[in-house]
């Protein structure tokens, strides 16, 4: 975690795929290990689809502060394609993290920033993740994110995956995290 003990995070996806639960999962995860946080979602007129946005603050200490990320740490794009629509590095801190759902390196231009991809589509689709013809990729882009950070450990984030689903379900989301953990490669540049 940076100086000043506060790790801002802003996710990137489409309606459907699990934006607002994978920044909730991670704060819960974050908890699990002593840190404070704050899964803030955006919502407006979205649907199925459309762009969508949250956020998840994480702290060595309690958090003031309850608004939008707009100068990340990090960011998590769970759609490759949402890069074209929005632009998803805006404001993103020098030096920081970015995680895409990606089967290839992303180009990420104009910017000193670490990046990271997993294919998550591709283990979602493995594992049957897929509601209504949609891969969810929210949980394997999880496990590349704490891949990636290093801040909060992978068993925490399958503990807290296997709390929110239990049985087979909550099986093959930690299984796709876990996946996604070991198959997250950073992009050389």
Not at 142 to 164: C, D, F, N, Q, Y
């Amino acid at each position: 975690m940076k100086v000043g003990g506060v790790l801002e995070v802003r996710f990137h996806g489409r309606g459907g795929q699990g934006v607002v639960t994978a920044a909730q999962l991670l704060v819960e995860a974050a908890a699990l290990e002593g840190l404070w946080g704050q899964a803030i979602p955006l919502f407006g007129a979205e649907r199925r689809g459309a762009p969508v946005v949250a956020f998840a603050r994480l702290s060595r200490r309690p958090l003031p502060l309850h608004s939008s990320v707009k100068e990340p740490d990090a960011v998590v794009v769970l759609d490759p394609y949402v890069m074209r629509l929005v632009d998803v590095l805006e404001g993103l801190r020098e030096g920081g993290v970015v995680v895409v759902n990606s089967v290839s390196p992303p180009r990420v231009e104009g910017r000193r920033a670490r990046v990271f991809y997993v294919d998550a589509t591709r283990i979602a689709r493995e594992l049957g993740l897929v509601v209504a013809g949609w891969p969810v990729v929210n949980t394997a882009v999880l496990g590349a994110l704490a891949r990636a950070l290093g801040v909060v450990s992978i068993e925490s984030v399958v503990k807290v995956i296997r709390s929110h689903w239990p049985g087979s379900l909550g099986e093959a989301n930690a299984k796709a995290a876990l996946r996604a953990y070991e198959e997250t490669a950073e992009a050389r540049g």
